[in-house]
């Protein structure tokens, strides 16, 4: 049914769920991927070049086409489950859909209007209700090739690009925020619906500030961490509570070469966990941790897991935030290429929902898989 093994550092048990041969992945790692109980993993699979939705059975071994690209391709790492598991939402082209899971009933929620091009990770609060997504205007979009190279001209673009807040009972939407810059990863905040958190987009070492909060109504804009040049923050994600905006944070050890410019982000750098409260806007230091790329707690915020981005140090980091130690778990062994996507085999890692375990995706056996990773 499924590859076992135990891993060659640690001696974890680590077990693959999707086929060799084949390019599978995980959702991105804040989505909810995972139905409550566990027993299902919703993750896209490569078919005949498109990119189709899945659900599979972690009990039987068993998987389900959920939803498939046709003619128009969906956004395969932008899913993510309903908070009571019946229904699943996806981009497809400029429109968000929702599924029903039973019945594979679908409506579309949103459209992005004629000009904008919608984005593939919209955010939902906590009871589904509202959606924030971030649209960038189609004369400014760098056509993506599918690696990093038009990464930095999309950046150095400054598009057009504005924040939409959708209430899907009400079948209304508005503009939250609109400005000559490239946005990202719009964040509701959990159990605050009237949140948001977004991010300035773009190469790490030219982002000016990342982190930034929002109310709903466009009003009390403020920036979380005013960064200086030295500094790197990345890949932000709201704690399971809604009570902090966790995310990663780095300070080079070596100053910039002669055209003032930093080198690469992951090498002479010094990391740590770091917390943002948005209402009091005070940021609180948790602890030094190793270099890693994405991070994020346990559903009870007791642990962090994190996907080590040296070469050197191709590890699952996992930390007791009580404790405040840092173990590794195991080695993800991936490639970091792009199969197409350049988040193909980045390892996302995340809980499943009782926090035994850690899914997360590598290209160690050659092309992008899932792997099941056990913490006990």
Not at 101 to 107: C, F, L, P, Q
Not at 157 to 163: D, E, G, Q
Not at 180 to 189: A, D, F, M, T, Y
Request: proline fraction near 5%.
């Amino acid at each position: 049914m499924f590859k076992t093994f135990n891993d060659p550092l640690t001696g974890k048990k680590i077990t693959k769920l999707s086929p060799n041969g084949i390019i599978c992945h995980h959702p991105y790692f804040y989505n909810k991927m995972f139905t409550s109980d566990g027993r299902f993993l919703i993750y896209a699979q490569e078919n005949s070049g498109s990119r189709n939705i899945y659900s599979l059975d972690l009990q039987d071994g068993s998987s389900k086409l959920i939803a498939s690209s046709g003619d128009e391709p969906l956004a395969d790492f932008g899913v993510t489950l309903s908070s009571d598991d019946k229904n699943l939402f996806y981009c497809r082209g400029n429109r968000i859909i929702r599924q029903n899971m039973k019945t594979g009933e679908t409506a579309v929620l949103y459209t992005a209007p004629e000009g904008w091009d919608g984005y593939s990770n919209p955010s939902f609060s906590s009871d589904d209700r509202y959606i924030v997504t971030v649209e960038i205007w189609k004369e400014d979009v760098i056509p993506a090739t599918g690696g990093w190279d038009t990464f930095e001209p999309q950046w150095r673009k400054n598009p057009r690009c504005r924040i939409v807040y959708i209430d899907t009972e009400k079948n209304t939407s508005h503009v939250v925020h609109e400005e000559k810059l490239w946005l990202g990863h719009p964040q509701i905040r959990p159990r605050h619906n009237g949140d948001i958190s977004f991010c300035h987009e773009g190469p790490a070492t030219r982002i000016d500030a990342r982190l930034w909060f929002i109310k709903a109504d466009g009003t009390g804009m403020v920036c979380l961490h005013n960064q200086k040049r030295d500094e790197i923050i990345t890949h932000e994600f709201w704690l399971a509570d809604g009570s902090k905006l966790a995310f990663v944070y780095r300070k080079f050890l070596t100053g910039p070469d002669k055209d003032g410019r930093y080198g690469d982000e992951v090498i002479n750098v010094k990391q740590s966990i770091r917390y943002a409260n948005a209402d009091t806007v005070t940021e609180e230091f948790i602890m030094d941790c190793s270099v890693y790329c994405h991070s994020i707690t346990s559903p009870d915020n007791t642990l962090l897991v994190g996907d080590g981005q040296k070469t050197a140090e191709p590890f699952i980091y996992l930390t007791d935030l009580k404790t405040k130690k840092e173990t590794i778990l195991c080695r993800h062994d991936t490639k970091w290429k792009s199969y197409g996507n350049n988040q193909d085999a980045h390892p996302h890692p995340a809980f499943t929902p009782d926090s035994k375990k850690i899914v997360f995706t590598s290209d160690r056996d050659g092309l992008p898989g899932i792997y099941l990773a056990e913490i006990c």
